[in-house]
């Protein structure tokens, strides 16, 4: 039996589909979707079939409507069928259509859900890639999570997926870097220079300033001593020429904000399979080849842009560049790869790097960028287009700005940081589960408010509480049920085999069904690269296991545990397991923990 009821009558409708319109072609019915209702009352599931296929076939929906009506009436396990608005018809299946998905689910465990619908493509999702200038803030933590849920989503719908981490460890940024870096190391030596004076040393001045460098600075003293200072007749380090020690310092300190970047991450659940290095691909001439292959194609040329209007870009020089073509990609104006001085702009650079991306066989690259890059999109589609002749597709998914909140009000600035409130003091505040959940209960290109007060609240609005209490509740249930111990074995196994035919109430057959949709929630969403979807999903899913639950409480017909009646308490047993088990199932792909009992 397929894990996919959907999947299933989606097949039977083709099939009738093909039947009664033999010349519709195949690309079309691809399109041909069946969806769960949105009110039950209506059946169980609708096709778009009719309305879909009318203008291939010549015909009205309605009449099309009206023979898959009446072909759909014969197909094992279907009740019901009714055509329905302008052209959908909607269908009811069997009660114990529905029912036989949970020994599915059961014998599943986690694992139901999981798809083939990947079919194995690789893809290549690239998400937080902050510059390794500072500690993780929440801005990065929004990013972290959404590509983390989405490449654990796409594996789970059959996907080969590769996580990864881009280090912008060229330019400008880390050599400012490396001078900030550079200065806490000499204060360790106990230079007598002031800030100001070295500042007025560094090119653009002292640019971070935060306290996580002092550790930075102790580690390079540890390590070279002063052997990168110079030392005054009265023995008081200063500066060396930083021809002396600036790539050292700078490599140094690259290496060492990974490595704490790294620890975030994994104190978040993150864990990418790659670091790619933008000075490694620099270094190996893959920007270079990039370069060379968009001029083979005739698709650059040496030109001066026109003023921008508002703010100018960092990349617009009133002077002649070597400019991509990339408005004949769908970009707005083309754009500059090298500056009049010979050096690379940071999209040439970038280029470079998702061509090396092509090169280690990624057949879809996801980027997830926070939304200030969303002026970056159409020329980055652009040369990815160009340089793949449209085979390797890039998507992007962008992530709006997240306003931590305490008591209605902003969260101040982190010291340590100096200028942000860091990832490491929002897990510490509120724990792992619930930043990554929360971070998910909204659409990822929407505003987000993070309540930090709501977050760990216990109450039903707050949906990390209201999921991971409806997970605490099934255990309690199977716990019990062990602990009486007149029910038989409780186990998932043992209850995939139980007898069903006495679930039958409204309230029961809502969380069957609920249940049954899980496998295509978990295509859909996918497919239309939205994690958060899971996260609503779950809320769903809780809210119908809770309203069972306190339906319980008036009817005892609806109770869990039902003494002298051990058949109907196993079935019921059976619906909270596999209830637990999706829950599960769903909180994984989020990288959520589910909890055995709340606190």
């Not at 002063?226 to 009265?234: F, T, W």
Request: hydrophobic share 45%; aromatic share 6%; net charge negative.
């Amino acid at each position: 039996m397929s894990e996919c009821v959907f999947q299933r009558y989606r097949h039977h409708v083709l099939a009738v589909v093909r039947e009664l319109l033999p010349d519709v072609p195949e690309e079309t019915l691809a399109r041909v979707e069946l969806t769960p209702t949105r009110d039950p009352a209506h059946g169980d599931m609708a096709t778009n079939a009719a309305l879909l296929l009318a203008k291939a076939a010549r015909r009205k929906p309605a009449d099309i409507a009206a023979d898959l009506v009446a072909a759909l009436q014969k197909v094992d396990g279907i009740a019901a069928v009714a055509a329905a608005g302008p052209g959908f018809v909607n269908i009811t299946l069997h009660p114990q259509v529905l029912r036989a998905m949970l020994p599915v689910v059961l014998k599943a465990g986690e694992a139901y859900g999981q798809s083939q619908v990947g079919r194995g493509v690789r893809v290549n999702v690239e998400y937080v890639s902050a510059n390794p200038t500072g500690p993780m803030h929440v801005g990065h933590c929004r990013g972290a999570v959404v590509g983390d849920a989405l490449a654990n989503l796409m594996a789970k719908a059959g996907f080969d997926v590769t996580k990864e981490f881009y280090i912008n460890d060229a330019g400008n940024q880390v050599r400012a870097l490396a001078w900030a870096a550079y200065w806490r190391y000499l204060q360790v030596l106990g230079t007598r220079m002031t800030q100001d004076d070295f500042s007025a040393l560094a090119p653009g001045g002292l640019q971070y300033q935060g306290e996580y460098l002092i550790p930075v600075g102790e580690a390079l003293a540890a390590e070279f001593g002063n052997k990168l200072a110079e030392v005054d007749v009265d023995g008081t380090p200063l500066p060396a020429p930083d021809a002396t020690w600036l790539e050292t310092v700078r490599g140094f300190a690259v290496a060492h904000m990974i490595n704490a970047i790294k620890e975030d991450l994994a104190a978040l659940g993150v864990h990418q399979n790659v670091f790619s290095s933008e000075a490694d691909v620099l270094a190996r001439g893959v920007t270079d080849a990039a370069i060379d292959r968009l001029a083979a194609a005739d698709l650059l040329y040496q030109g001066v842009l026109e003023p921008p209007k508002g703010k100018l870009p960092e990349d617009w020089e009133e002077r002649e560049q070597l400019l991509f073509r990339s408005t004949s990609f769908g970009d707005d104006v083309d754009r500059p790869l090298r500056k009049s001085d010979g050096t690379n702009t940071y999209f040439a650079n970038d280029i470079g790097y998702h061509m090396d991306k092509v090169a280690r066989g990624a057949q879809v690259m996801i980027d997830v960028w926070g939304a200030d890059h969303g002026g970056y999109v159409k020329r980055m589609k652009a040369a990815v287009k160009a340089l793949t002749a449209d085979t390797v597709p890039l998507e992007i998914v962008l992530c709006q700005i997240v306003h931590i909140l305490r008591d209605g009000q902003p969260v101040k600035m982190s010291k340590r940081a100096g200028t942000f409130v860091t990832l490491r003091d929002l897990i510490d505040e509120v724990g792992r589960d619930a930043v990554r959940f929360t971070m998910l209960t909204r659409k990822s290109d929407a505003q987000m408010e993070f309540d930090l007060d709501l977050v760990v609240a216990q109450q039903r609005d707050n949906p990390v509480f209201y999921v991971q209490y409806a997970h605490a509740r099934c255990r309690s249930v199977l716990r019990s049920a062990a602990e009486e111990g007149v029910y038989g074995a409780v186990d998932d196994a043992a209850l995939a085999d139980a007898t069903l035919d006495s679930l039958s109430s409204d309230a029961e057959m809502a969380l069957v069904r609920r249940l049954a949709e899980w496998p295509r929630m978990v295509e859909a969403a996918a497919l239309a690269r939205e994690p958060h979807r899971i996260a609503f999903y779950l809320a769903e899913l809780a809210g119908d296991f809770h309203a069972l639950w306190n339906r319980g409480r008036d009817d005892a017909s609806l109770r869990f545990l039902q003494s002298g009646a051990v058949e109907a308490t196993r079935a019921r047993l059976a619906l909270v397991a596999a209830t637990a088990a999706v829950i599960r199932s769903g909180l994984a792909v989020m990288g959520v923990d589910p909890v055995e009992e709340m606190r």
